[in-house]
């Protein structure tokens, strides 16, 4: 056996190493696909709850608008208002006895991270939503967009720009939290850990080792996002266009780049 | 002289909101090749007045009246009135997430129906005009003001509206660029172009406009001719207000 701090992780690594592989590649699917499904219900239900109510609406209209609103009000209150440890617990066991749905583990687990996650962003892109200067959607009005156009040309790009931080946070979030499904024995990391460490009873060493894995994943989806957002925001210079592209068939000379910050 | 067309009639508009009066019944004809300014003292409604024309607010009561037809049903939609009456707005408003040649683009394409080359097209034949084509992929927060307000210019007549309105459209520059917009804006009038400016600039007003229009109250307090206007106003309340405007 061996003697050392160092030498017991070694030890553990070479011999669990799977297991924390297999633990971490469960973390990773469901962070990752639970977010990205997440956003989804975020944006759809951050969408919605934007939706104005034009008093020249119908009556109908309103009311039907006003009722779905509610409902969504209720759905980012009731996630958010609770942990999602209990969540997984309510749903899985929930299903089990009152609809005799017996879904897996690993169902259960992406069901309720994509629910919590939905809830959380749905109030991000709200107020991404809202955030963005009304004279925005003025100028999109003014030169004859509709509501949808306007959304979709002109607020929702700068809304979503302004979500990307809060997308990257909602992820290493998950990534960190999704150890709470243990509760359910789903086989993440943390799950993983604990019964690698219940073996020799080196619950120190696997759980540093575990503690390095989590940070190599947050770390890692940290800076990707970064990278993604820099690339979406383009070049912060641009070419001037000495004479005119329409006039010439082979396009534009670039000039020197004009740098020109915020 | 012959009879000018009449494009826009401006009938007995009131804008009231909540309990404040606003506008109290304005009424106004806009011919073709009016350039219209509109001056009066800060919160008398002039913003108002130009928003109501292209239903950015609704009117409270009265009527707009497009080439004689209630202007809300003159078209298909009111969107499509919308392209006719273009709209300069202080702030410009250009859209950030848009180059400069997309700011011009998107509203031709999206709302007109044109392809993306007739669309390129016209959007350059208006960057040329306001001398902003080399900058067509530079993002609006990469141009001075002055540089913003003429690409907003741009992309305003890149559909060709048969009347534009400008709300101050030099008030948030810096002064050394309020020439370059206003030469943009004469040389506009020259051509023809129907334009209603509110406006603080009073030698513009004068020199540019064929007709001056001051609000006061949410009623028009006086109006006529620039020449006649500002070296003769002969309501009281116009001589206070020009007092206050040096170098006339
Ligand atoms: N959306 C609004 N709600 C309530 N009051 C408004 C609104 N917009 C303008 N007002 C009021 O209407 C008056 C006229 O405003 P405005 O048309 O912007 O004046 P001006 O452009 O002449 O300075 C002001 O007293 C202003 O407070
Ligand atoms: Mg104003």
Redo the contacts with the bound molecule.
């Keep these: 056996m061996p003697e050392t701090f160092f030498g017991w992780v070694l030890f553990l690594v070479d011999k669990y190493g799977m297991i924390f592989v297999k633990g971490a590649g469960v973390t990773l699917a469901l962070a990752v696909v639970g977010t990205a499904i997440g956003c989804i219900i975020g944006l759809i239900v951050g969408i919605i709850q934007t939706i104005p109510v034009d008093p020249e609406d119908s009556i109908f209209k309103k009311v039907f608008v006003k009722i779905i609103k509610w409902f969504l009000d209720a759905y980012v209150e009731v996630f958010r208002g609770t942990p999602m440890i209990v969540q997984a617990m309510v749903f899985y066991y929930g299903a089990m006895s009152m609809f005799d749905i017996d879904m897996s583990p690993m169902f259960a687990g992406f069901l309720v991270v994509s629910i919590n996650t939905g809830a959380y962003m749905a109030e991000t892109v709200r107020g991404g939503i809202d955030s963005i200067d009304p004279g925005q959607k003025e100028a999109a009005v003014a030169i004859g967009m509709n509501h949808m156009q306007t959304m979709r040309c002109v607020v929702l790009p700068q809304a979503l720009r302004n979500v990307m931080p809060q997308l990257g946070n909602n992820l290493i979030i998950n990534i960190k939290d999704t150890s709470v499904l243990n509760v359910i024995s789903v086989t993440e990391l943390y799950f993983a850990s604990k019964s690698a460490a219940g073996v020799y009873y080196r619950y120190f060493e696997v759980f540093f080792v575990t503690c390095v894995v989590y940070f190599i994943m947050t770390f890692t989806a940290s800076r990707l996002l970064r990278m993604w957002e820099k690339k979406m925001d383009g070049p912060a210079d641009y070419d001037l266009v000495n004479f005119d592209p329409m006039m010439d068939p082979c396009g534009a000379v670039p000039l020197p780049k004009v740098k020109k910050g915020h | 002289m012959a009879e000018k067309e009449l494009l826009l009639s401006v009938q007995g508009l009131q804008k009231t909101?909540?309990e404040?009066v606003?506008l109290k019944g304005i009424s106004m004809d806009i011919c073709k090749g009016d350039v219209i300014c509109i001056i009066?003292p800060?919160?008398?409604?002039?913003?108002?007045?130009i928003r109501c024309i292209n239903f950015l607010e609704q009117p409270t009561d009265g009527e707009i009246l497009y080439r004689g037809v209630n202007a809300k049903k003159a078209f298909k939609s009111l969107p499509i009135y919308r392209t006719k009456v273009g709209m300069v707005f202080q702030q410009f408003n250009l859209f950030n997430n848009m180059t400069v040649l997309e700011n011009c683009t998107v509203g031709q394409i999206k709302v007109q129906g044109k392809g993306q080359e007739e669309a390129r097209e016209n959007a350059m034949k208006y960057l040329r005009h306001v001398d902003m084509s080399a900058y067509i992929n530079a993002k609006p927060y990469q141009l001075s003001g002055g540089q913003k307000q003429r690409v907003a210019i741009a992309r305003a007549l890149a559909l060709e509206p048969e009347v534009l309105l400008m709300d101050e459209p030099t008030s948030a520059l810096d002064p050394e660029m309020v020439g370059e917009v206003l030469k943009v804006m004469g040389d506009l009038a020259k051509e023809g172009l129907t334009m209603v400016i509110?406006t603080h600039e009073m030698a513009f007003a004068r020199d540019v406009s064929t007709k001056v229009v001051m609000?006061n109250d949410g009623v028009i307090g006086e109006q006529g001719d620039p020449g006649e206007f500002f070296s003769h106003p002969k309501t009281d309340r116009a001589k206070e207000f020009l007092s206050r405007f040096q170098n006339l």
Aim: with cysteine.
């Design positions: 909101f909540g404040h606003v009066g800060s919160g008398c409604g002039k913003s108002t007045f509110v609000l």
